[in-house]
């Protein structure tokens, strides 16, 4: 949609030189010569930015800039004025208008302060819509995300929380697996009992047994007393398994037997106690890979997996980049930063080979090393600017596009190349038209396709 911009001055010449150059940088205008005619333009077309001159017979400038925040406090209006009357610009700003421009001017000064007022409307519109969102959608304890993936992951949550069916969820790392298990269990019946976390993979293979099921005095040298496992603390809650696909095979049939049975063994005991816990398993390996490998027991595998859960990657979920923005910086107390069309950009670009925890750690980064509350492209990391994945094997740098090697939608392709351009041009559809080599028509008809909105 094509920013609404109202001219109101008194000369017509300027007024048509006006029109002619916001026209030619892809703007709507509208105009009045009076502010009489202004306000009445302004009440029935709801433009997003005014500019008035400050010296016009009847309603002057000032009178036009009161009216217009009375009606709308969040309207944007820029003030032109003679060299000689620059105090009164300054004055008009303190009731409220976004900046002046001093007569004469020229083509470029106007555009840019055109484009930064638009930039700071949208950057505004969007940090209330975040905010919004955010309220709705997410508290400081569990997974953000508005998108149709994670719609869906959401919904399987709802109807399986209140459940005692094991839920084995899949994803890579950093994904948020452990912030859906909790989710599972603050939304069940158990949300009063413990919820205790267990990485397969962090406790040493000789220990790992005893930290599952516990051991009795003198089952091995510095068992010196009886101490109960994971199972028995998660009694009457929701015991997590964290990377469940690194449990020794040795192991997976006693694990088995307690998903099956409901009781635990102790390690050196004879005696089996019955408990009631519900399992929720994580893993980050393929699973067809683990089975075929006969690593992860068909069996065991079919006794997690009663409800899968799969968590895409960051790439795959680009629509809730915002959205996480937003909540990382409430996260860490910064509710003011503005993050601006460059930087989204780069942002949506990047392929989060980390997901959202490596976004996590960028945002607290960003946070602590800004130098003003607007985040620019500058700001970010050389690997984000340049759309590098920069995980632990080469990078794809043979070519202009890093394409992920499952596929990746044209039509997204297409949108991010639009977005990119214009990000770097501006907004300026002419230039970026002219950096894609494309009709500026045609970059209009990309724009209206993809639903893309200048900031």
Request: glycine letters at 8%; a neutral charge; one cysteine or more.
């Amino acid at each position: 949609m094509t920013s609404k911009i109202l001219v109101i001055d008194d000369d017509a010449s300027l007024r048509r030189v006006l029109e002619y150059n916001l026209q030619e940088a892809g703007y709507q205008v509208l105009t009045a010569a009076s502010g009489e005619e202004g306000l009445v333009l302004f009440a029935e077309e709801a433009p997003g930015l005014v500019i008035t001159d400050m010296k016009m017979p009847g309603m002057d400038g000032m009178q036009v800039l009161k009216a217009v925040k009375e009606r709308a406090p969040d309207a944007l209006v820029i003030i032109i004025t003679a060299f000689g009357t620059v105090d009164l610009a300054v004055e008009a700003m303190k009731f409220g208008a976004y900046d002046y421009i001093t007569k004469p001017f020229n083509r470029d000064e106007l555009r840019l302060i055109v484009a930064k007022a638009l930039q700071f409307r949208g950057m505004a519109a969007e940090n209330v819509r975040l905010r919004d969102e955010l309220s709705d959608k997410a508290d400081y304890r569990t997974i953000v995300g508005s998108s149709k993936v994670m719609e869906r992951v959401f919904e399987i949550v709802r109807k399986v929380a209140d459940t005692d069916a094991s839920v084995l969820i899949t994803g890579e790392s950093g994904t948020g697996k452990e912030l859906v298990a909790r989710s599972l269990h603050r939304r069940s019946s158990r949300r009063d009992a413990p919820f205790i976390a267990v990485n397969c993979a962090a406790i040493p293979r000789d220990l790992l047994e005893s930290e599952l099921f516990g051991h009795v005095r003198g089952a091995f040298t510095g068992a010196i007393k009886d101490k109960p496992g994971k199972f028995q603390l998660a009694d009457g809650g929701t015991l997590f398994l964290d990377e469940v696909g690194e449990l020794p095979l040795e192991l997976q049939p006693k694990l088995l037997r307690a998903l099956q049975e409901r009781v635990v063994e102790p390690v050196g005991g004879s005696k089996p106690h019955k408990l009631d816990v519900r399992v929720v398993a994580a893993t980050n390996l393929d699973v067809e890979k683990a089975l075929a490998s006969s690593s992860l027991r068909e069996d065991l595998y079919y006794r997690l997996a009663v409800i899968p859960i799969h968590l895409p990657p960051l790439r795959e979920r680009r629509d809730d980049i915002a959205l996480l923005l937003r909540y990382f910086c409430g996260k860490h107390g910064v509710d003011k930063v503005q993050f601006e069309s460059g930087a989204m950009a780069a942002l949506t670009s990047y392929r989060w080979p980390g997901n959202v925890r490596e976004l996590e750690n960028l945002v607290e980064r960003l946070l602590i090393m800004r130098v003003s509350d607007t985040i620019t492209r500058d700001d970010l990391p050389d690997k984000i600017r340049a759309g590098i994945a920069g995980s632990g094997a080469a990078a794809h740098s043979a070519g202009v596009i890093n394409l992920p090697e499952e596929g990746y939608s044209l039509e997204q392709l297409e949108r991010e190349v639009v977005v990119e351009s214009l990000a770097r041009n501006g907004w300026n559809q002419t230039a970026a038209a002219k950096f894609l080599r494309i009709p500026r028509h045609t970059l209009i008809y990309r724009m209206e396709k993809y639903g893309i909105v200048p900031p």
